[in-house]
T-cell receptor, first 110, second 111 residues
Framework: KAGVTQTPRYLIKTRGQQVTLSCSPI?????VSWYQQTPGQGLQFLFE???????NKGNFPGRFSGRQFSNSRSEMNVSTLELGDSALYLC?????????FGPGTRLTVL | SQQGEEDPQALSIQEGENATMNCSYK?????LQWYRQNSGRGLVHLIL?????REKHSGRLRVTLDTSKKSSSLLITASRAADTASYFC???????????FGRGTSLIVHP
């Protein structure tokens, strides 16, 4: 079974731009969660989607948004990028308590 | 804020030695999970222990959970250089199964 895939793996943007990251979960997994990982804050939960609906949301500003498609693939969007948005963005799909993580997208904001 | 906090923040040992890392949390939990992350990559699930369990084993891994002390430990026996990674605990609470992660323990195993 293929694992969780994330595209792109690396991204460089400038302040004020917007970015869209993509995540394809493991086949059959309907829940997709997104996390931001930085050295200072560690792993922070962004949001979780289940059957195309946002089911849980972390404490991030409205510039961070996401969506899930009928095939369970998910995208997250960050608008008006700030320097502090530079991070590793991780996506995880799950079937129950265990989460399976993708390799992440490394976003650098200049 | 982080629910689980790992201790120590960093651990450096020789190959063949055992590595022990601890996780403390503040509120009651339903389960606790341990994950491993190799540098700059995704997390790999290692083991889940439920609040009514006290100990679980998986290969060279041994996890204990003490709900009275709100703490868990992960023991890696006979460590290998390939065990070099960051290790995170994640707690699950109530009806939500979105785990809350600690900041991790960075383990370096010297060959």
């Amino acid at each position: 079974k293929a694992g969780v895939t994330q595209t792109p793996r690396y991204l460089i943007k400038t302040r004020g731009q917007q970015v869209t990251l993509s995540c394809s979960p493991i086949s059959g997994h309907r829940s997709v969660s997104w996390y931001q990982q930085t050295p200072g804050q560690g792993l922070q939960f962004l949001f979780e989607y289940f059957s195309e609906t946002q089911r849980n949301k972390g404490n991030f500003p409205g510039r961070f948004s996401g969506r899930q498609f009928s095939n369970s693939r998910s995208e997250m969007n960050v608008s008006t990028l700030e320097l502090g948005d530079s991070a590793l963005y991780l996506c995880a799909s799950s079937l129950g308590n265990e989460q399976f993580f993708g390799p992440g997208t490394r976003l650098t904001v200049l | 804020s982080q629910q689980g906090e790992e201790d120590p923040q960093a651990l450096s040992i020789q190959e063949g030695e055992n590595a022990t890392m601890n996780c403390s949390y503040k509120t009651s939990i339903n389960n606790l999970q341990w994950y491993r992350q190799n540098s700059g990559r995704g997390l790999v699930h290692l083991i889940l222990i439920r609040s009514n369990e006290r100990e679980k084993h998986s290969g060279r891994l041994r996890v204990t959970l003490d709900t009275s002390k709100k703490s868990s430990s992960l023991l890696i026996t006979a460590s290998r250089a390939a065990d070099t990674a960051s290790y995170f605990c994640a707690t699950g609470r109530g009806g939500s199964y979105i785990p809350t992660f600690g900041r991790g323990t960075s383990l370096i195993v010297h060959p």
